[in-house]
């Protein structure tokens, strides 16, 4: 068998070093997360597939704990109730699920916070346009060129990769890197 873990280190490596490059864009957006979170707003995460992983990730580390002990922080994933996906989706369309939920739930002082590898998805562009219309800011962590989402949120990383495992590695790093900042700034 032919070796593969060494490929893809050097690939994951390469594509997680261009992140440095977007450092101003990563303050302005941990910024919007601390400003968020200090002023009783709350975090709203959203994506499909792996993408709704990383929401989740997000959403838990931040009501439960990333390191160390602090108090519990307001976030929601929108991917992680399965009744209210179902529902949305079969009485209206997979492209509102989002959506439906930030205008459910958002308020003024919320930030909404989008993972997309492709950027294409329509649910994702309609939670962005719903959070527009709410007068939300909203992030999106993007890959593969930006897609359709791309410019369409407040904040926008995009990761130099059309490799969804790669922009998922990114994202990763990312989100924790956003915890870093959040657990050092928001105090008890």
Request: net charge neutral.
């Amino acid at each position: 068998m032919e070796p593969v873990l060494p490929k893809l280190v050097e690939d994951a490596c390469r594509t997680l070093q261009t992140l440095a490059l977007q450092e101003d864009t990563f303050q302005r957006i941990a910024a919007a997360v601390v400003t968020t979170l200090k002023s009783g707003g709350k975090i709203l995460t959203c994506g499909n597939g792996g993408s709704a992983a990383d929401a989740l990730h997000l959403a838990e580390e931040l009501v439960g704990r990333f390191r160390g002990n602090r108090r519990s922080l307001p976030a929601v994933s929108l991917a992680a109730d399965a009744t209210l996906l179902t529902c949305i989706g079969n009485d209206y369309s997979f492209d509102e699920i989002f959506s439906r939920q930030v205008e459910g739930l958002a308020s003024v002082n919320d930030l909404l916070v989008c993972f997309s590898t492709s950027g294409n998805s329509p649910n994702i562009l309609r939670a962005i346009k719903a959070a527009k219309t709410k007068g939300v800011k909203s992030v999106a962590f993007l890959g593969k060129g930006g897609g359709k989402s791309k410019g369409k949120a407040d904040f926008e990383i995009l990761v130099p990769s059309s490799d969804t495992g790669r922009v998922q590695e990114a994202h990763t790093l990312i989100l924790h890197a956003l915890l870093e900042v959040v657990e050092r700034e928001v105090t008890a």
